[in-house]
């Protein structure tokens, strides 16, 4: 496991590896053989990550965190357990670089003078629009 996640301090003892049987078409193969992999990692207790890189992480878990704090990835897409195991820790991994890197901030830009222009143009056109719509009264002569 060490070699598929080399630039981590993850205790391997962090990393629960939970194999269970596929669903879907695959045959005989799915019904007798766990190919299945689910990737737990306990995310709010673990100490190889610092509490930004857990933050962003968090962020970027989504709905793979559970309510207990557990990051869960589910790999299924092969029918030999070894690739399905591998895919989970790519993805772990992956997941692990993107948080990694701190967001890159924001610097607030203002509209430019043309484009403040053709907002103000379609303000207009959508005014006569409506006025279009109104109730025209005629005048008695």
Do not use: C
């Amino acid at each position: 496991m060490d070699d598929l996640i080399p630039s981590w301090n993850i205790d391997e003892k962090e990393i629960l590896l939970v194999f269970t049987r596929a669903s879907g078409p695959g045959g005989q193969n799915v019904n007798k053989v766990s190919t299945a992999v689910q990737l737990r990692f306990d995310l709010e207790n673990t100490r190889s990550l610092s509490a930004e890189h857990k933050t962003r992480l968090k962020r970027l878990a989504g709905s793979r965190l559970t309510s207990d704090g557990w990051l869960v990835i589910d790999a299924r897409r092969y029918r030999s357990q070894e690739k399905n195991k591998a895919d989970a820790l790519q993805r772990f991994q992956v997941l692990l670089e993107r948080s990694s890197r701190p967001p890159v901030p924001r610097h607030a830009t203002r509209p430019t003078r043309a484009s403040r222009i053709k907002r103000m143009a379609a303000k207009r056109m959508h005014a006569q629009k409506k006025s279009g719509r109104q109730k025209v009264e005629i005048e008695p002569d």
